[in-house]
Antibody, heavy 117, light 110 residues
Framework: QVQLQESGPGLVKPSGTLSLTCAVSGGSITSGNYWSWVRQPPGKGLEWIGQIYLGGSTSYNPSFKSRVTISIDTSKNQFSLNLSSVTAADAAVYYC??????????WGQGTLVTVSS | QSALTQPASVSGSPGQSITISCTGTSSDVGGYNYVSWYQQHPGKAPKLMIYDVSNRPSGVSNRFSGSKSGNTASLTISGLQAEDEADYSCSSYSGSSTYVFGSGTKVTVL
């Protein structure tokens, strides 16, 4: 059974870059699924950030498009999120997840990122 | 890309049925049969409850059902139980390989 685990700094400075990695275990990241990032600000709803497919093709939420990059490292069986120019509004629990293109069926446990100087 | 609209809260007594709505547009909910629903307990990751409007994943109780009419999807929980108290979010494919989530609904079992 595929498991996902997010990792990265829990504290990022304003105007800095948020960088998170999602390690995939129990299966190969080359399995043909899509790999996404979703976030949830404290007390608020879920927000889809973007996704990457095996061939490296990406799609992003237009709200983030100019600041976000998602990449994949098949040699390490992991994928990553970079979000630049962060502000307090980017503070959230960030989830990595796998999906087949229609629904999100496998989620990581989430990692809390705080934005503060 | 605007969030799908859900009621902030819905409540019901044990044994009752409740319905949560999820309203979008013809570009997302109304345009595709790719609506899914997620249950989230405090401090936990979301769990898939319904996919493709009305399908249940293996292991999800048949007390949960989904439907769609026009630009509005609905999740119905029948025979409400204490363990159903959680936050519920809908999601829809919105074209061009993008997705949108709902604003979330807190379900309270009275």
């Amino acid at each position: 059974q595929v498991q996902l685990q997010e990792s990265g700094p829990g504290l990022v400075k304003p105007s800095g870059t948020l960088s998170l990695t999602c390690a995939v275990s129990g299966g190969s990241i080359t399995s043909g699924n899509y790999w996404s990032w979703v976030r949830q600000p404290p007390g608020k709803g879920l927000e889809w950030i973007g996704q990457i497919y095996l061939g490296g093709s990406t799609s992003y939420n237009p709200s983030f498009k100019s600041r976000v990059t998602i990449s994949i490292d098949t040699s390490k069986n992991q994928f990553s999120l970079n979000l630049s120019s962060v502000t307090a509004a980017d503070a959230a629990v960030y989830y990595c997840l796998r999906h087949g293109g229609r629904f999100f069926d496998c989620w990581g446990q989430g990692t809390l990122v705080t934005v503060s100087s | 890309q605007s969030a799908l609209t859900q009621p902030a809260s819905v409540s019901g007594s044990p044994g009752q049925s409740i319905t949560i709505s999820c309203t979008g547009t013809s570009s997302d909910v109304g345009g595709y049969n790719y609506v899914s629903w997620y249950q989230q307990h405090p401090g936990k990751a979301p769990k898939l409850m319904i996919y493709d409007v009305s399908n249940r994943p293996s292991g999800v109780s048949n007390r949960f059902s989904g439907s769609k009419s026009g630009n509005t999807a609905s999740l119905t929980i029948s025979g409400l139980q204490a363990e159903d108290e959680a936050d519920y979010s809908c999601s829809s494919y919105s074209g061009s390989s993008t997705y949108v989530f709902g604003s979330g609904t807190k379900v309270t079992v009275l």
